[in-house]
């Protein structure tokens, strides 16, 4: 079993849509980090959580220490949204990150 | 503030040959940590750099290290290079390695054939 895991592995909606994607993760952490990737590889840090919620734009996230578990939520979706998201755990020393296996989302127009 | 920079972005390398990455930081990040990417097994740690010091170190054979200079930019050595280690590598800065936002650079992609 991945300390990191992520579903769904794939989603497809339609613009406008409501879409969630899920992280849970088996390790301690100090912190939670979601990342976005679009085709040709970069990666953008979209928000570093240790407890609660935090809201950027039309991108929520949201975590619970005691579930294990993280939230990224994207409201009013866009076809321009559509790329890989990644959950990564941070561990309680250090800056190593431990990944999930991502999902790639696409919103069709 | 310029971002994370990295060089070459593209790399084409030959079986048993070595490659060197760079790695520059945002201004002011001492930390720098590197990652591979491949289609199979995803994103995983290389190491973590802060003050020229290794502080952490993945699951990777010792054909792969690193090191960090003074003014925190990093390199990254592949020696007796395999297919498997045709990927991208990424590298990202942050302030130091506590609770602070990692920043990621674009990668360089490496193809060994």
């Known amino acids: 079993k991945n300390e990191v895991e992520q579903s769904p592995q794939n989603l497809t909606a339609q613009e406008g849509e409501f879409i969630t994607i899920n992280c849970s993760y088996s390790v301690g952490i100090s912190a939670l980090h979601w990342l976005q990737q679009h085709p040709g590889g970069g990666i953008v840090s979209l928000f570093m959580l240790s407890s609660g919620k935090k809201k950027h734009g039309r991108l929520i996230a949201t975590i619970n220490i005691q579930e294990k578990h993280s939230s990224l939520h994207i409201t009013a979706s866009h076809p321009r949204d559509s790329a890989v998201y990644i959950c990564?755990?941070?561990?309680?020393?250090?800056?190593?990150?431990?990944f999930g296996e991502g999902t790639q989302l696409t919103v069709n127009p | 503030k310029a971002g994370v920079t990295q060089t070459p972005r593209y790399l084409i390398k030959t079986r048993g040959q070595q490659v060197t990455l760079s790695c520059s930081p945002i201004?002011?990040?001492?930390?720098v940590s590197w990652y591979q990417q491949t289609p199979g097994q995803g994103l995983q740690f290389l190491f973590e750099y802060f003050s020229e010091t290794q502080r952490n170190k993945g699951n990777f054979p010792g054909r792969f290290s690193g090191r960090q200079f003074s003014n925190s930019r990093s390199e990254m050595n592949v020696s007796t290079l395999e297919l498997g280690d045709s990927a991208l590598y990424l590298c990202?800065?942050?302030?130091?390695?506590?609770?602070?936002?990692?920043?990621f650079g674009p990668g360089t992609r490496l193809l060994v054939l």
């Open positions: 201004s002011g990040h001492r930390s």
């Open positions: 990564a755990v941070k561990g309680t020393s250090g800056s190593r990150l431990t």
């Open positions: 990202a800065s942050s302030l130091d390695p506590g609770l602070k936002t990692q920043y």
